[in-house]
């Protein structure tokens, strides 16, 4: 385990070797508190929790912030490693990374791709799962699911989806990575006034090498694009079925959130352990942590005491 000296509102960050990657990772609050794993989703980062973490490790908890595949300082240990980007690949690193940190068992509360990869672990590995706190709630996917074609008003909501699957949109994401995560911001949170300097911040995890590689995977995969690897078969097999949520959870969602996402009524029969749905008010968009920490923060802290 090294430290990396970068001026973050953490402190240093730390690397470690977990499975197939060294992870980038920000800590905070006693080490023998309850840990809580707080994971990101794109085009964002550690810093969505920069607000929160603050909060938790006063509440007593080791917080663990790390930066996914292809963001921020993590990288592969190998060059020859697949640049995948499907669910249960990206899931799986959050064990791994529980593994190299002597996790046995920890809160995970995520957004957007980071809500996808807490679900996964808490249906798959529910005995590494305390509580689950889930931004839009139930995400779970699977290549047949995503077969299926919706309304128009609803295919337009995943132009960027779309966007990814053709080598014109993998050129264009590169070329203008920022320019379109800025973009992605303003559309799924129409309502948040973030400024130049809040954008910089997260936006220089992006200048990872292996970033568009993963992105590009993960939208092509989702749409049967783009290949998995056959050591996720029986993962994604499992996560196909679309299997419940037993641990205790609280889902959470803004009340501005410009990106697609169902209605809680669709998904609340997925969590049939004690379970809650809070709906967090005052033009709050897609990056929820970051636009309403508080109640984040709270949200995490209440499934913790579960």
Same mark, same amino acid.
């Not at 990814?164 to 303003?186: C, H, M, N, P, V």
């Given at each position: 385990m090294s430290e990396t000296d970068m001026s973050t509102p953490f402190g240093a960050l730390r690397q470690v070797d977990a499975g197939l990657l060294n992870v980038g990772y920000a800590e905070a609050g006693p080490a023998a508190g309850q840990a809580v794993i707080l994971l990101h989703g794109w085009p964002y980062d550690i810093h969505s929790f920069a607000d929160v973490t603050p909060l938790l490790a006063a509440a007593g908890h080791r917080v663990i912030v790390p930066f996914i595949r292809g963001y921020g300082t993590t990288r592969f240990l190998s060059d020859d490693t697949v640049r995948n980007g499907q669910q249960a690949a990206v899931a799986? +690193?959050?064990?791994? #990374?529980?593994? &190299?940190?002597?996790?046995?068992? *920890? %809160?995970? =509360?995520?957004?957007?791709? /980071?809500?996808?990869?807490?679900?996964?672990?808490?249906?798959?590995?529910?005995?590494?799962?305390?509580?689950?706190?889930?931004?839009?709630?139930?995400?779970?996917?699977?290549?047949?699911?995503?077969?299926?074609?919706?309304?128009?008003?609803?295919?337009?909501?995943?132009?960027?989806?779309?966007?990814?699957?053709?080598?014109?949109?993998?050129?264009?994401?590169?070329?203008?990575?920022?320019?379109?995560?800025?973009?992605?911001?303003?559309?799924?949170?129409?309502?948040?006034?973030?400024?130049?300097?809040?954008?910089?911040?997260?936006?220089?995890?992006?200048?990872?090498?292996?970033?568009?590689?993963?992105?590009?995977?993960?939208?092509?995969?989702?749409?049967?694009?783009?290949?998995?690897?056959?050591?996720? +078969?029986?993962?994604? #097999?499992?996560? &196909?079925?679309?299997?419940?949520? *037993? %641990?205790? =959870?609280?889902?959470?969602? /803004?009340?501005?959130?410009?990106?697609?996402?169902?209605?809680?009524?669709a998904y609340a029969g997925k969590f049939p352990g004690k379970y809650e749905h809070r709906l967090i008010r005052g033009g709050i968009g897609h990056n929820l942590p970051q636009e309403a920490p508080q109640a984040f923060a709270q949200a995490v802290i209440d499934a913790a005491g579960f």
């Open positions: 799986a +690193d959050v064990i791994a #990374l529980m593994d &190299a940190l002597g996790i046995e068992k *920890a %809160v995970l =509360a995520g957004f957007d791709w /980071g809500a996808r990869s807490a679900d996964v672990v808490a249906a798959l590995w529910p005995d590494r799962c305390m509580a689950l706190v889930s931004v839009s709630g139930y995400l779970i996917g699977s290549q047949a699911a995503n077969e299926a074609p919706l309304p128009p008003q609803a295919e337009l909501s995943w132009w960027y989806q779309f966007y990814s699957a053709t080598e014109r949109g993998r050129a264009g994401y590169d070329k203008y990575r920022r320019d379109f995560s800025k973009l992605i911001w303003q559309l799924a949170s129409p309502e948040w006034k973030f400024d130049d300097a809040t954008f910089a911040r997260s936006a220089a995890a992006f200048d990872n090498p292996d970033h568009v590689a993963i992105v590009i995977h993960n939208y092509r995969w989702r749409l049967g694009l783009a290949a998995g690897e056959s050591q996720y +078969d029986d993962l994604e #097999l499992r996560l &196909a079925a679309l299997p419940v949520i *037993a %641990v205790p =959870a609280i889902t959470l969602e /803004g009340d501005a959130n410009g990106a697609p996402h169902l209605d809680a009524s």
